[in-house]
């Protein structure tokens, strides 16, 4: 199906352990974005990359990683998660950076 | 650097009442604006978009207007329907602004 997927929807981890975040994406976007959304926050930008290989830092990037070696994919690993890292995580992608940014359904991490 | 902020909420609101709800950004250049939406458990969906001054952007009866002498885009619908309850996102480029709760009564 066309558009954008993030997997898992929901997962669980320890204090510690590495997780990733997976987003895929059909229309070939340039531009693919990694943001998480906390209660009284809003949407922080974590990581954005502007073609496959090029990535660069957002607000919040501490404790994250991210790769983009194909231009529709683009996860997010969190190296050691702690509980600060609770958060709901979408993933977007655009055309071009000033273009609307269509967003996965979401995926939400709880770090116990 | 640019940002963007949005009126706090929540709003609540009876049906069939006027909707405003504020934004101000601080940008350099001209860049595009956007409203977005949220509805319960879902991602985000574009509501609306602006991609110049004076531009004005509407969809579902929602409009907002590219106002580039007050740095503004304030979003606004005459006539508001439970099912627009919802969390409002008012975005410049790659910064959303913090959301704003709409919740409507019947």
């Known amino acids: 199906d066309a558009g954008i997927t993030q997997s898992p929807r929901y997962k669980i981890t320890e204090t510690g352990r590495q997780v990733t975040l997976m987003c895929h994406q059909t229309w070939s976007h340039s531009y693919m974005f990694w943001y998480r959304q906390d209660l009284g926050h809003g949407l922080r930008l974590i990581y954005y990359s502007a073609a496959a290989d090029i990535t660069d830092k957002g607000e919040v990037p501490d404790g994250y990683v991210v790769s983009r070696s194909k231009t529709e994919n683009f996860p997010l690993t969190l190296e050691s998660a702690t509980r600060s890292q609770t958060s709901v995580y979408f993933c977007?992608?655009?055309?071009?950076?000033?273009?609307?940014?269509?967003f996965g359904q979401g995926t939400r991490l709880t770090v116990v | 650097g640019n940002s963007v902020t949005q009126m706090e909420g929540p709003v609540t609101l009876s049906e069939e009442a006027f909707l405003t709800i504020n934004c101000t950004y601080t940008?350099?250049?001209?860049?595009?604006l956007f409203w977005y939406v949220q509805y319960p458990g879902e991602g985000l969906q574009l509501l609306l978009k602006?991609?110049?001054?004076?531009d004005k952007g509407s969809n579902k009866g929602f409009e907002a207007t590219y106002r580039k002498e007050t740095t503004s885009f304030h979003l606004e619908k005459g006539s508001v329907q439970v099912s627009d309850s919802a969390v409002y996102f008012c975005a410049l480029q790659l910064i959303f602004g913090q959301g704003t709760t709409l919740q409507v009564k019947p």
């Open positions: 602006a991609t110049k001054a004076d």
């Open positions: 977007a992608s655009s055309y071009r950076r000033n273009t609307e940014a269509f």
């Open positions: 940008a350099t250049g001209y860049p595009s």
